[in-house]
């Protein structure tokens, strides 16, 4: 019978630590980095979105203004 308890004893150790060690997995598993590059690079991709349709936007409005300026001056001088 004592055989039979330490056998059992043994087996429930052995149970809860394999128990332990895939709990230590999931863990690692949950507060992994992988796909941070892919989450930082889409920012990066947005950010770079919005400066590029704002500078486009104010290009657009300096060359708007310039051709009237041209347009006036031309105007005036007679053509």
Not at 24 to 37: I, K, P, Q, S, T
Not at 43 to 71: C, P, Q, T
């Amino acid at each position: 019978m004592k055989a039979v308890t330490q056998m059992m004893n043994d087996n429930a150790l052995r149970l809860i630590t394999a128990l332990m060690i895939a709990k230590d997995n999931l863990v690692e598993r949950a507060y992994d980095d992988r796909g941070e590059g892919v989450i930082s690079m889409a920012l990066a991709i947005l950010i770079v979105a919005f400066l590029g349709v704002a500078a486009w936007l104010a290009f657009k409005g300096i060359l708007d203004d310039s051709a009237d300026n041209v347009k006036t001056q031309v105007n005036q001088i007679g053509g």
